[in-house]
T-cell receptor, first 111, second 115 residues
């Protein structure tokens, strides 16, 4: 299936630093979702975006639905060790209910 | 919040045998269930989409006779890997949704190892 382009592929940061990752697609999406996955677990929803231009926060996390509807970013502020994991973006196209996932961003936070 | 219970969390089986994975939506009715496969250090790849009471729709390249999906009720969907081979070893994850415009709830995944 189609893949979203997610970057960066991995990040190694110090505790307290801010993090930014983004996803782009050649298709228009009407929903963007950001998930976190830890080893041996299923993805857990962090933020859901339903409207172009929407900016939504969840604690230290902030995500935006791009105006073109073809991109989205996720920011994590003041990172902590428990932020470690793989972050996935996922988009839902205008027709149907299936999600397309990005390749993931592996985040490592050094204390 | 919505919860999808997936079992087993891990299973080891011999080559040639079949394995059944169950996903139950505990506090909502999942009209649609998605089944994904995830290889190490890779993203989730959609295998099939099943609507309650209907035949599953499989993604290109996924063998429907090998990966049998049953979604007979709004709270239970099963994936059976038939005649499993080592290359079927992977992490399988289900996800349920009430419908368009609503959220997607993921199960905790099943680690399948075929020896």
């Amino acid at each position: 299936g189609q893949q979203l382009n997610q970057s960066p592929q991995s990040m190694f940061i110090q505790e307290g630093e801010d993090v930014s990752m983004n996803c782009t697609s050649s298709s228009i999406f009407n929903t963007w979702l950001w998930y976190k996955q830890e080893p041996g677990e299923g993805p857990v929803l962090l933020i859901a975006l339903y409207k172009a231009g929407e900016l939504t926060s969840n604690g230290r996390l902030t995500a935006q639905f791009g105006i073109t509807r073809k991109d989205s970013f996720l920011n994590i502020s003041a990172s902590i060790p428990s932020d470690v994991g793989i972050y996935f973006c996922a988009g839902r196209e205008t027709s149907g209910s299936r999600l397309t996932f990005g390749e993931g961003t592996q985040l490592t936070v050094n204390p | 919040g919505a919860v999808v219970s997936q079992h087993p969390s891990w299973v080891i089986c011999k080559s040639g045998t079949s394995v059944k994975i169950e996903c139950r939506s505990l506090d909502f009715q999942a009209t649609t269930m998605f089944w994904y496969r995830q290889f190490p250090k890779q993203s989730l790849m959609l295998m099939a989409t099943s609507n309650e009471g209907s035949k599953a729709t499989y993604e290109q390249g996924v063998e429907k006779d090998k990966f049998l999906i049953n979604h007979a009720s709004l709270t239970l969907s099963t994936l059976t890997v038939t005649s499993a081979h080592p290359e079927d070893s992977s992490f399988y994850i289900c996800s349920g949704t009430v419908g368009l415009g609503y959220g997607y709830t993921f199960g905790s995944g099943t680690r399948l190892t075929v020896v």
